[in-house]
């Protein structure tokens, strides 16, 4: 079992940046694909961005490529959401995911973390 715990949320102006971390327990870290998800009010989670276990490989929603990147450090057992030009459509609490399967974790997410406000002001 994965546990995950996101920090760097907050307040931000728009056009600002922020780094979301995603710090994982276990000595399995490197086996897991790891994601990022956001539910902003009112409205369904949806998929952010994936990384593979070893970081070779690497997905994004339409709505954020090119301005947000996801990275891992497997020796931090931990995971990044670097954030760029943020926009006030991108408030939302965005959660951290794991799952053994790289190819269908934006749809199948295994573990869970307890999400990161984001507010991204206008």
């Known amino acids: 079992q994965v546990q995950l715990v996101e920090s760097g949320g907050g307040l931000v102006q728009a056009g600002g940046s922020l780094t979301l971390s995603c710090a994982a327990s276990?000595?399995?870290?490197?086996?897991?694909?790891m994601a990022w998800f956001r539910q902003a009010p009112g409205k369904e989670r949806e998929f952010v961005a994936a990384?593979?276990?070893?970081?070779?490989?690497?997905n994004y929603a339409d709505s954020v490529k090119g301005r947000f990147t996801i990275s891992r450090d497997n020796a931090k057992n931990t995971v990044y959401l670097q954030m760029n030009s943020l926009k006030p459509e991108d408030t939302a609490v965005f959660y951290c995911?794991?799952?053994?399967?790289?190819?269908?974790?934006?749809?199948?997410?295994?573990?869970w973390g307890q999400g990161t406000q984001v507010t991204v002001s206008s």
């Open positions: 995911a794991a799952s053994r399967i790289y190819t269908s974790i934006s749809t199948n997410a295994a573990y």
């Open positions: 276990g000595r399995t870290f490197n086996t897991y694909a």
């Open positions: 990384i593979n276990w070893s970081g070779s490989s690497t």
